[in-house]
């Protein structure tokens, strides 16, 4: 079945305390990204990565680190969290090329609150 | 910049009725995709139905269609024969084409509830 995968599903951590939300897809998109989703705020883009290598900054990247080592995974990297980077976060793929109107495709979300 | 409105925050319906939600968007890039998805009350983000700028037809899913009028800068989604299943949050987006970061701009969200 051709999927996102985010883990954790839900979290609950402290501030201060370095965490890592990991990104998987098996579709062999070359674009994954990264949103966060705030009451009030919508939907916003952390991070993203054109493919293997290549990465870069979104709207709201400060407090967030990525990498992409591998084609298949996108892993977000809270070095330092904070209670303000509480929020539903959402890792999303799509693939480029052919037709420039391709969809992304969502993980289910990773709830976070930092206390 | 792109920008997407959805002026309903919450829309209600009747069980196997039609309804229609509104999306109307701004950009100045010719080459554009929309998109709408459906987040339920589980958190997930479930992509539905997309439209290319360039499509000369509107884009039918199933019981989902979207009705584009380039012109007026419009695509809104229509959900045929509602089920219960249907309410959530919907949302419409919006991403450039070739040359830009591919970010989807999403609009405040529909709230549908389906009512028996």
């Known amino acids: 079945e051709a999927q996102v995968t985010q883990n954790p599903r839900y979290l609950i951590t402290v501030t201060g305390k370095k965490l890592t939300v990991t990104c998987s897809q098996n579709m062999n998109h070359e674009y994954m990204s990264w949103y966060r989703q705030d009451p009030g705020l919508g939907l916003r883009q952390i991070y993203y990565?054109?493919?293997?290598?290549?990465?870069d900054k979104g709207d709201v990247p400060e407090g967030y680190k990525v990498s992409r080592k591998e084609k298949r995974n996108f892993p977000l990297i809270l070095e330092s969290p904070s209670p303000n980077q509480t929020s539903l976060y959402f890792c999303a793929s799509r693939r480029q090329g052919l037709n420039s109107n391709q969809p992304q495709h969502f993980g289910d979300g990773t709830r976070l609150s930092i206390l | 910049a792109q920008k997407i409105t959805q002026t309903q925050p919450g829309m209600f319906v009747q069980e196997k009725e039609a309804v229609t939600l509104d999306c109307t968007y701004d950009t100045s890039d010719p080459s554009y995709g929309l998109f709408w998805y459906k987040q339920p009350s589980s958190g997930e983000m479930i992509f539905l139905i997309y439209?290319?700028?360039?499509?000369?037809q509107n884009a039918t899913e199933g019981r989902y269609s979207l009705n584009f009028q380039k012109a007026r800068k419009s695509a809104n989604l229509v959900i045929s024969a509602s089920q219960l299943g249907d309410s959530a949050m919907y949302f419409c987006?919006?991403?450039?084409?070739?040359?830009?970061?591919?970010?989807?701009?999403f609009g405040k969200g529909t709230l549908l509830t389906v009512n028996p």
């Open positions: 987006a919006m991403s450039l084409g070739e040359g830009s970061n591919y970010k989807l701009t």
């Open positions: 990565s054109m493919n293997v290598e290549v990465t």
């Open positions: 439209q290319g700028s360039y499509d000369q």
